[in-house]
């Protein structure tokens, strides 16, 4: 082990494992397969990038996107190991060059496309080649169970079993259902792995949910919180991205966009624009970021809700990956249960799949979807929603998400709660949640009138309670089952056991959300209360450190990568410059100490930042 924290050091500059690491890299330099599934930014890697270095042979990374590899690449080549990729982005002439290379043994890590496997160029090249690992990223692809099935994927087991040697297998992947596990286990024939999942807690992420008037507006609060900071603003739809843009760019912001609508030219260049720092705002629906590791983005915006919690943790959880504190904020509307409903209406289902799994799979769409709409009615603390979602157990107060920093009062809602199942009850027929709601508010509007639920002994029941209060505690319903809102295309609300209980008198108590002031809404002791979790980006930032020497170095970031042509954050992470101002290192040994200072790096970029630190203003 002593010798593998030597290789992190060495090349990576990191002074130890975290949660995990450790366990995973013993494991494959004992010979064993091993699975690891931890969440996005917790360092799968380095796993088996570390071995990979120690092992005599060479490591084949197979990897399902083009510029996740192409960044793992120019990371590691800028830590001093040789590296490289073999994908569809090469021409014909670089990727015979890369065989070339690979078979002479001047690459100990190689990152290939699972298509490009079984071919008779790769085979070929590979045939005398020793090869100690093969590393499945992202293995969850395999499955069809999980979000992102790549059929290419199960040519990997034909793949290793035709080599002579059976190299260790590893696999890792963020997703954590089971189906998908024991998928992955079963179709990578792994032999007894050693299986660890980690925690899946980002303590460094705050989660916000607000349901605003205005989107905008509360769009533009977050981003100017985060003045001159890189962030990302999802929408569920191009048009909304154009829109959103637009109105960034009008505003004077540096905001560029990318959906599957525009040329893969232009997508390519906004991309990059953002990679490279060149542009702050990313503005996309979910077609922007898989495999993207930029890891300043201080914060994710959801102009939309998502479709599901899967997919919301995975864009959410592009904010902070270098552990930095970042921001997560949903804006919720009711329109986004109607968009992603129609989305799930026109899902395309698998080919080979009949119409009975369509079916199923459409019904599976559509209870994902309410466990993301109760997320944004939930008042209980947000990051326990989320770690509950995916089997874990969180303490039930996080004190950094929006609920744990909201103060709420306990309300008796029973009465209302009544009201709105006696309404259920007294229909013939079965109505949407939003129609109830109108109805019991007293609405007069001409298809409540049509359907004669004036005449429902309950309607204008609830004329005292507020409309987004109602739809609020019909919401809190439906989530302890009181309530039963069904799958269909056009959900309707049903009765359980739970409403006839509440009917007979069980009281409802709810948490609602203290209504504070108009100005200062308790921002004292909100941020008060974040501090002990890490506080806010802006504090952590601008706390002890000097920000004018920050900006310097991000400035001498930015030069060297320009003259190196590779994204900032590959040169030294937002993390690293902020040690780097907090310690303010005058030596070569001292800037050592900072961590995701390798010697490598040292040797090319030391001096260069030595300087700029000692430099007075
Ligand atoms: P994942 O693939 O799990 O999403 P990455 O491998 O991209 O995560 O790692 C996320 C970030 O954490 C990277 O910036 C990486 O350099 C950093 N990191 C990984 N391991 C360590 C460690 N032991 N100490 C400090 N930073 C680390
Ligand atoms: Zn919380």
Redesign the pocket.
Known sequence: MYQAEQI?KKY?G?D???EG?ETLVDGILNGQDVLGI?P???????CYQIPALLLPGMTLVVSPLISLMQDQVFSLNQAGVRAAYLNSSLTPGQYRTALKYMRQNQYKIVYVAPERLLTESFLDAIQDMDISLVSVDEAHCISQWGQDFRPSYLKIPDFVHILKKRPVIAAFT?TATREVREDILALLNQQDPITLITGFDRENLRFTVRQPADKWQAALEVIREHEQECGIIYCLTRKLVEEVCESLVRAGYLATRYHAGLSDEERHHNQDDFLYDRQQIMVATNAFGMGI?K?NVRYVIHYNMPKNIESYYQEAGRAG???LPSDCVLLYAGQDVVTNNFFIDKMEAPEDADEETAKVIRERERERLKKMTWYCFTNDCLRDYILRYFGEYGSGYCGNCSNCLTKFREEDVSETARNLIGFVKACSWNYGLVTITDAAHGSRSSKILKAGLDQNPYYGSCSNVPLPKLRQIMNHLAAQGDLKITDDRYPVVRLTSGSDEILQGRQVVMKMAEELPKTAPGKTELSDKAGKKGGRPADHLQGDMDRGLFERLRTLRLEIAREEKVPPYIIF?DKTLVQMCLLKPKSKTEMLRV??VGEVKYEKYGERFLTALSEET
């Open positions: 992190l990576f990191y130890s494992f975290r690491q931890m996005t930014g917790a360092g799968k890697s380095i963020a590791d890891s990956r270098d552990g992470s961590s995701g």
